[in-house]
């Protein structure tokens, strides 16, 4: 199993080498998108090479999920707290982003190392606006409290129009996941994988992993929830998160995984998807050769037939061979 990176690679370099060379007046203009409809914009001006603006556009949020100004709630605080005073948040964001940043890059720390983990949490900022939600959740678990005015059930945007929920208790938290893929093929192998997804955590060296559950039909926790957010044709997978599985440092961990865990399946049925074609592919090469071999040689067979030399009889000579 391949688990993905929390910070944008492309971002984390395009940090890096900016960084590196703040004395050179280079003008940068970069759009881009990556999974789960997330897109970036990153602007340098030749006046002002120092400054970086940094827009981030989130998944389009389905009707059941809030958003505070533009964004999931805890987002603000989740941002002064990851940054500090370094980054400084615009209010309104581009147009067309949820959010822009304006960082000084000349206000780095000097350490390199410091520098370094400081641009990789820039280019987390994912992570840290829309896990922002869940940390607040798990973080009260790991405190074995429920958030004061949390609603029971929790809905949180992970996709464009899509949504995953949380039941936040004292003692733990439930998370659910209706999945959902457009394509057919897709379809059954994310089925099979989430079935054996299911099974694996049954083995002897996963005892300690959250529980995880996978069923065709919504569980009780979503009763009263929209049929609109139910329409799953891949269905609903539950983990079950306890205090043990947000502590110290596994918070983090715990807060990216469950914010990608469709991202994480979808990569997977691809790479499936693809490993069956090369399969196939090979297989209808093979095929092709072993045919190829059996064809019969023409061009050796016609020159065999043009060097073949017959003489011919008359019937006297016929008579004498046939009494001789």
Known sequence: MILLQSHSRFLLQTLLNRAQNLEKGVELDHHWVEFDDVRYHIQVSMKNPHVLLLSVSLPTPSSETIFVCGLPFGAIEAIKAAYGNLVQILDPPRDGFNLTLKINL???????????????????????????????????????????DMDPLVALVHRPNESFFLF????????????????????????????????????????????????????????????????????????????RHVEGQKLDCTVWNLSTFHAYVSYHVKCSEGFMHTRMRRRVESLIQALDRAKPDLENSKKTSCNRSFKRLNLKDSRTNSFS
């Not at 089925?191 to 039909?217: H, K």
């Not at 009780?220 to 957010?229: F, I, R």
């Open 106 to 148: 000349s206000k780095l720390p000097a350490n390199q190392e410091q520098k370094h983990a400081f641009l990789v949490k820039v280019a987390s900022v994912r992570e840290v606006v829309l896990g922002a939600p869940l940390r607040v959740i798990l973080e009260h678990l790991a405190a074995r409290t429920v958030a004061p």
């Open 168 to 243: 936040p208790q004292a003692d733990k938290v439930t998370v659910v996941y209706p999945m959902r893929f457009n394509d057919s093929i897709d379809i059954v192998l994310a089925t099979s994988f989430l079935q054996e997804f299911v099974e694996a955590r049954r083995t002897a060296g996963l005892n300690y992993t959250p529980s995880c559950s996978w069923s065709l039909t919504p569980p009780l926790e979503l009763k009263g929830v929209p049929a609109d957010a139910l329409s799953a044709n891949a269905g609903f997978v539950t983990f079950v998160i306890f205090p």
